[in-house]
């Protein structure tokens, strides 16, 4: 239910620190740490596929997106270890409940669909 409007706010919110300085015309030069880059993707997939399966309410799905956006700002500022810190605190939420239902991790560590 709250899959596509989820996708879109996400990627509309994404695309605001890219577009509006652009848009100002104003030079931005952010340094962003590799592992920082690491966890923001692994924090985007997490927070899409949750709100794809809809087992988490708007107003949570909303504070993980507010904590991911810290952590940008944090890691920005180059405090690497508190944005990791605030990027693990959404990671710990885990994957939906219907994704651990439909995949399996075999012992070489690829995973397959279960029939």
């Known amino acids: 239910m709250y899959g596509r409007l989820t996708r879109t706010v996400l990627l509309l919110a994404s ?11 104003a030079e931005v030069a952010v340094r962003f740490d590799r592992q920082c880059a690491q966890k923001d ?8 596929q949750h709100g794809m399966i ?3 309410a708007p107003d949570e799905l909303a504070r993980a997106w507010q904590t991911l956006l810290d952590a940008r700002t944090v890691c920005s500022e180059e405090r690497v270890g508190e ?33």
């Open 83 to 115: 944005a990791i810190a605030l990027y693990q605190s959404v990671l710990d939420l885990g994957p939906p409940r219907a994704f651990l239902r439909q995949t399996t991790v075999r012992p070489e560590g690829t995973e397959r669909s279960r029939k």
């Open 41 to 48: 993707l692994a924090v985007m997939v997490l927070i899409e």
């Open 15 to 25: 695309l605001i620190p890219v577009a509006c300085p652009a848009a100002w015309g």
């Open 54 to 56: 809809g087992e988490m």
